[in-house]
T-cell receptor, first 111, second 115 residues
Framework: GQQLNQSPQSMFIQEGEDVSMNCTSS?????WLWYKQDPGEGPVLLIA?????ELTSNGRLTAQFGITRKDSFLNISASIPSDVGIYFC???????????FGGGTRLMVKP | AAGVIQSPRHLIKEKRETATLKCYPI?????VYWYQQGPGQDPQFLIS???????DKGSIPDRFSAQQFSDYHSELNMSSLELGDSALYFC??????????????FGEGSRLTVL
């Protein structure tokens, strides 16, 4: 199936630092989305991107749909302890209806 | 606001037993998705239903079956359970085309442990 390569796998940062993570694929995607999952909970949608080149913000979060439609990044500015969790990129590949998830980035924030 | 309700939250079964998970979507949502998430893994799509009909099928084993009922709730039936079936099972719901755009709302999951 379609594969999303997400990096880094984990990050350990100081509170107040900015964070950047990205997702790439060898295939073209129609949509890119970013979800956050807290331990023992279901993923929660953070940002959805539908057009190549689209840049969208949600509070301290900013994400972009790569111009090649094969990648996306998520930035978190001024991190706080509650940002801790696993961040998943996800998307719909061209010709596919199933939402495919990346491997996740585990974010840890040191107060 | 009402969210996706899953039950049970935790379930412990023996090998070769059967388990049934239930999912109640957000009111007025017409599409239900089932995902399986192993420890340290990303969610893997199993199956989805739109208006009570199967719409897409992913990596769902033949031992598993699912359906969506007239009230839009869905059940995932798992038979001949294996140790490898131990995982978090998430149900998600969406409204019409929003699901096609990836706007899924996930439940809190059902944790299945097979001993």
């Amino acid at each position: 199936g379609q594969q999303l390569n997400q990096s880094p796998q984990s990050m350990f940062i100081q509170e107040g630092e900015d964070v950047s993570m990205n997702c790439t694929s060898s295939s073209i995607f129609n949509t890119w989305l970013w979800y956050k999952q807290d331990p023992g909970e279901g993923p929660v949608l953070l940002i959805a991107l539908y057009k190549a080149g689209e840049l969208t913000s949600n509070g301290r979060l900013t994400a972009q749909f790569g111009i090649t439609r094969k990648d996306s990044f998520l930035n978190i500015s001024a991190s706080i302890p509650s940002d801790v969790g696993i961040y998943f990129c996800a998307g719909h590949p061209v010709g596919g209806n199933m939402l495919t998830f990346g491997g996740g980035t585990r974010l840890m924030v040191k107060p | 606001a009402a969210g996706v309700i899953q039950s049970p939250r935790h379930l412990i079964k023996e090998k070769r037993e059967t388990a049934t998970l239930k999912c109640y979507p957000i009111p007025r949502h017409d599409t239900v998705y089932w995902y399986q998430q192993g420890p340290g893994q990303d969610p893997q799509f199993l199956i989805s239903f739109y208006e009570k009909m199967q719409s897409d099928k992913g990596s769902i084993p033949d031992r598993f079956s699912a359906q969506q009922f007239s009230d839009y709730h869905s059940e995932l039936n798992m038979s001949s359970l294996e140790l490898g079936d131990s995982a978090l099972y998430f149900c998600a719901s969406s409204l019409g085309d929003k699901g096609r755009l990836g706007e899924l709302f996930f439940g809190e999951g059902s944790r299945l442990t097979v001993l």
